[in-house]
């Protein structure tokens, strides 16, 4: 991070501050606090910030945000209305003063792969800033900005939401160069209705691009958006493994051993392409990181360098032999639409039996039935045994049942344990597995108990 004054933090936030102190980092976590820091005092649902003021203190801060301004510190404060978006305009105000480009990304699906697709992208010619991990929230997004300094020549933001306004905020935080929308699934239908409401929050990342004339790229396979090519305004490129009137496609579609290999189409040429990726549903990500490489001055060389580059983070997309299985761990989160795309890659996985070991998806709602019924019926088509565990098994059961999956071939549980002893006695050396769930299932623990490793409590 560059450094900047308090008072250049108060003009950006609306704020007041009691004195001027020089900040050389921000953070949130008072255990990180130490010289030269502001320490960003959040309210949470669990904790409040304010209440870790003095622990911020103790570790040499050198100055506070909070938005408790009836309380004074021993240690310069910049008061705000409200510390969750006195933390957006802080980095929207930072992020302003940087040109390189910057690119926003959100969906229901991939958008974590694609940011990881498009960094490696841009980063065979850009010193690339990335979001780290999942910090893809209002409270993530900012503090990545803040990270940008003279040695930042393009930033890659992932924007997530769980409800209206979000990535409204952090797009005029991040004032994106170009913003991109891999699909609208149904990740949060609880909080946001219908797909309808999804692809109208995820369009929100738009608004972001007002600021310096951007450019959308956008996913002409997703009917809710190819539908409103004639509304939008501004520079559009759209991607897509299906629609002919895409600029970006791809022809001669594989994928075996764990690379997916196509042809790669684009307005100046076409050239093949190879990504460490476990199924051909990555393809349009793929094209979304091209396109944006494009946008930002690469050639085909560039393109497909960078998409060879990359390589799946943390829990998702790993596939690996252990104890003569073959493991395919998803297990960072799930939706229906993640669902049906892992299980087609177990279904193309070579070996013995295909078992699909599923964990139950949150946050939607009146959706939560149905949607637990068409991971069913995806597991009955690519899968031979179902094994279930969550609060909403019944419905993944009936969901395989209907699509011609012998009950005796399913079986639903209430703990992890349970699921890897009955896992270890039906599995065979040689049997294919896949481990997916929303996080809070933390599919992860039941792989590692029938692996027979030793699970973190």
């Known amino acids: 991070m560059q450094q900047f004054t308090l008072s250049e933090a108060a003009a950006w936030t609306g704020g007041t501050c009691t004195a001027d102190p020089v900040i050389t980092s921000v953070v949130r976590d008072a255990r990180e606090a130490g010289p030269g820091s502001l320490f960003v005092a959040i309210k949470g649902e669990r904790f409040d910030g304010h209440d870790f003021i003095g622990q911020a203190i103790e ?43 910057v690119v926003a990304v959100t969906g229901s699906v991939g958008k974590t792969t694609t940011k990881e697709m498009i960094a490696s992208v841009l980063s065979e010619r850009y010193d690339t800033l990335k979001t780290q991990g999942n910090l893809n929230n209002t409270i993530g997004m900012p503090l990545t900005a ?3 300094d003279e040695n930042t020549e393009a930033a890659v933001f992932e924007m997530g939401m769980s409800a209206f306004g979000e990535i409204a905020a952090m797009a005029a935080c991040g004032q994106p160069n170009i913003a991109v929308i891999t699909m609208i699934g149904t990740s949060h239908i609880e909080f946001l209705g219908s797909r309808e409401g999804i692809c109208r929050a995820k369009m929100e990342i738009l608004e972001g691009l007002a600021a310096r004339g951007g450019i959308a790229v956008l996913n002409g396979d997703e009917p809710l958006l190819w539908e409103q090519k004639d509304r939008l305004f501004g520079r559009i490129v759209w991607f897509g493994q299906n629609n002919p009137g895409c600029e970006f496609r791809a022809e001669d579609i594989s994928c075996t051993d764990g690379t997916l290999r196509f042809t790669l189409i684009w307005p100046e040429g076409r050239k ?5 990726s476990q199924g051909t549903h990555n393809v349009g990500n793929a094209l979304a990181a091209a396109a944006c490489g494009w946008l930002l001055g690469l050639d085909g060389d560039d393109m497909a360098a960078g998409l060879a580059a990359y390589r799946p983070v943390g829990m998702r997309e790993q596939r690996y032999e252990k104890n003569g299985f073959a493991i395919y761990q998803d297990c960072y989160n799930a939706s229906p639409d993640s669902m049906e795309a892992a299980l087609r890659v177990l279904g193309e996985m070579a070996g013995g039996r295909r078992f699909a070991v599923l964990g139950c998806m949150g946050e939607l709602g009146d959706y939560a039935p149905d949607g637990h019924r068409r991971a069913g019926r995806a597991a009955a088509q690519y899968a031979d045994y179902l094994f279930a565990y969550g609060p909403d098994t019944a419905y993944l059961k009936e969901g395989a049942v209907e699509a011609g999956m012998d009950a005796a071939r399913i079986a639903c549980f209430d703990t992890h344990e349970a699921l890897a002893e009955a896992l270890r006695a039906a599995a065979q050396p040689g049997d294919a597995l896949l481990f997916k769930g929303s996080r809070a299932m933390k599919m992860e623990n039941a792989l590692k108990l029938f692996l027979g490793e030793e699970v973190e409590r």
């Open 59 to 101: 570790r040499g801060a050198a100055a506070v945000l909070t938005h408790r301004k009836d309380e004074t510190y021993s240690i310069p404060a910049l008061y705000v209305e409200d510390t969750r978006q006195g933390l957006l305009d802080l980095a929207g105000g930072y992020r302003a003063q940087f040109d390189c480009p």
């Open 146 to 148: 803040l990270k940008m």
């Open 272 to 276: 093949t392409v190879e990504v460490a």
